[in-house]
């Protein structure tokens, strides 16, 4: 798990960018190395593997 700021599934976007899957809202590890390009105010999605919430972190 990373130090970075996380995002739930649900929650908007505070700024435009390219984000990435930082583990699962449940706890489980998740495999998906997913990444989305986020527009301000853009609601995170679920994992796109696993379709369950995840956390996500801004991409570097």
């Known amino acids: ?25 449940n706890g489980y590890v998740c495999e998906d190395n997913a990444m989305v390009e986020m527009a301000l105010g853009d609601t995170f999605p679920p994992a796109p593997s696993e379709q369950e919430a995840a956390y996500w972190v801004k991409a570097s």
């Open 1 to 25: 798990m990373s130090k970075e700021t996380r995002y739930k599934t649900g929650e908007k976007a505070p700024l435009p960018g390219t984000y990435k899957i930082d583990g699962l809202v």
